[in-house]
């Protein structure tokens, strides 16, 4: 299966991103990952009775599993970057891009999910 170019800028884009952030964390004075400030708005965001059910549902597991889970939505998230990047390859940046820079912006607003 070959990709074409404007795909690989997508997917680059994604991979930029990821790799930015972590930069970025490291280097703050907070520490905080894209992926982790990710994690915790999809808690904020989720209802408690869910958010409760997990809890009980996996036990001690449940940073781990939320942080499978927001690296699943950036993953996705840079495959639907790829996909729209050879009809607007702004846009499929755009989007590959998209959660990184959310999951910084609340990594840097609320801390780290783990707390």
């Known amino acids: 299966m ?13 991979l930029v991103a990821t790799a930015a952030g972590q930069v970025v ?12 400030g ?6 904020d ?15 001690r597991a449940d940073k781990a599993g939320l942080a499978a889970i927001a690296t699943g ?7 639907a970057g790829a996909a729209l ?3 607007s390859p702004a846009l499929g940046v755009a ?3 998209a959660p ?4 910084g912006w609340l990594a840097l607003r609320h801390g780290d999910a783990s707390r």
């Open 2 to 14: 070959t990709t074409s170019p404007a795909a690989r800028v997508g997917l680059v884009a994604g």
């Open 25 to 36: 964390a490291t280097a703050t004075a907070r520490g905080r990952a894209p992926a982790s």
């Open 38 to 43: 990710l994690a915790r708005g999809l808690v």
């Open 45 to 59: 965001a989720a209802p408690g009775a869910l958010v409760d059910g997990g809890v009980a549902l996996v036990g």
């Open 73 to 79: 939505v950036n993953g996705l998230a840079a495959v």
């Open 85 to 87: 990047a050879a009809r």
């Open 95 to 97: 989007v590959a891009a």
């Open 100 to 103: 990184h820079a959310a999951g």
